[in-house]
């Protein structure tokens, strides 16, 4: 083990859901012709007023209250002053010194060991708009539909030790924006974002080491590998005498280094202060319950409802729930009939494979399911009642997909049915040990192994449809007579 400690907080930057921006009108949406979106407001025109958007206060609310924040009643907007092209004012509507959501903390676990990774606070502000530099012309151009969309600011504490922690941290956030359905979560297109201070210091010392801001990383992946590497910088350039610059670092992913873009702005550069165009947000007592009273199942209160009422095993209830979407999926299956294990063994490798494969979790919800639930559960009754293998059913897959047609149906008139028929099965067992002298004899000489040959020929000389369990039988049967 390293003689140093790595020390880690996160601030991760959240889009919200909301229909319109947080202060004007305007479409919240991503995507749009560049500029489709703005107005005079959001475009930073002098005189305009801004306008709290209540759907929005409502969302950090739900943000607040599912990680265990105290909601202040009272807290207040300020101006964080800088210039860059992509913010027309020249300052960002933020909160600073009272922001609306403070304490709280995110249970993650890491190699079994469980901890609760505090939060310093949960704030609202307003994103800016996007500088494109690639568009094919000379200089750079802007796009403003997204200045003035929703934004919430999660702050953790520097309590996170490995870069594994922080990925699960920033997973289990993740997770429960999307459970909250607030935030659609799509880190390659921005819409949740995380930012990392790292540093180090020697094990067993309390003083913080010089931090450094790691920024660009639009994965999970990316996290852990930039944190990982800066971690590794830091150590050596500690061990080699040299002294930490503060600064902001960009993760390269094709090089897999951080690199250095500017030195870290201190929070006295943005002359801070409260925004004189919005009273201070007030949020009393009845707004918080009523927002909580319409909280979801969170993500580990259903990962541990399924280990228990499905006796699943911690691993398989904890990618079934880290979607709300998935989980509801599995627990659409179980409620149309399909043993729990064998939906979620379905769910868990034919289901997920293909979503990730064609990317459909990109969205909050998937909606183009490669088979509905409905259908599996169908399905997965048939193979458990013997009417047609696993193989045939897996390759039925692609047939169901988007109809609403039953399996039983579709089996029947494909005539897929599983021969479990012994003198059917039979004739072509005897075919195939007719035809395999070598193999034969290698079995009845101990290789046990050659059967799985000799079974995958019986199954291709009945067009995959024999039962795989009778076939085995029938063959031992045969070979020890
Ligand atoms: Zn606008």
Known sequence: MSTMEPVIGLEVHAELLTASKIFCACSAAFGGEPNTNVCPLCLGMPGVLPVLNRRAV????????ATGCTIEPRSVFARKNY???????????????LPLCVGGGIDIVVDGTARRIGLTRIHMEEDTGKNIHDAGVSGSLVDFNRSGVPLLEIVSEPEMRSPE?????????????????????????????????????????????????????????AVER???????????????????????????PDREETRAMRSKEYAHDYRYFPEPDLPPLVVDEAWVSDVRSRLPELPAERRARFERDYGLSAYDADVLTQRKDVADYFEAGVAAGAPAKDM??????????????????????????????????KLIQLVAAGQVNRNTAKALLPKLRGTDQDPAALVAAEGLGQVSDRGALEAIVADVIARSPEQVAQFKAGK??????????????SGGKAAPQVVQELLRAALTR
């Not at 210039?83 to 010194?97: A, H, R, T, V």
């Not at 034919?350 to 088979?371: F, G, Q, S, T």
């Open 58 to 65: 409502e969302f950090a609310i739900r943000a607040g209250l």
């Open 226 to 252: 930039a944190i990982a590497y800066e971690i590794k910088r830091q150590e050596r350039a500690i061990a080699d005498g040299e002294k930490i610059v503060q600064e902001t670092r960009l993760w390269d």
């Open 344 to 377: 979620a063994n379905w769910v868990l490798t034919e289901v997920l494979r293909i979503v990730r494969e064609e990317k459909l979790d990109h969205a909050l919800v998937i909606r183009d399911w490669p088979v509905s639930a409905a259908q599996l559960a």
């Open 83 to 97: 210039f860059y092209p992509d913010l027309p004012k020249g300052y960002q509507i933020s909160m600073y010194e």
């Open 448 to 461: 046990d192994k050659v059967l799985g040959f000799l079974v995958g020929q019986v199954m291709k000389a």
């Open 165 to 221: 922690e922080a990925g699960t941290y920033l997973r289990t956030l993740h997770s429960i924006l999307q459970y909250l359905e607030i935030c659609d979560g799509n880190m390659e297109e921005g819409s949740f974002r995380c930012d990392a201070n790292v540093s180090v210091r020697p094990r067993g010392t309390t003083p913080f080491g010089t931090k450094v801001e790691i920024k660009n990383m639009n994965s999970f992946r």
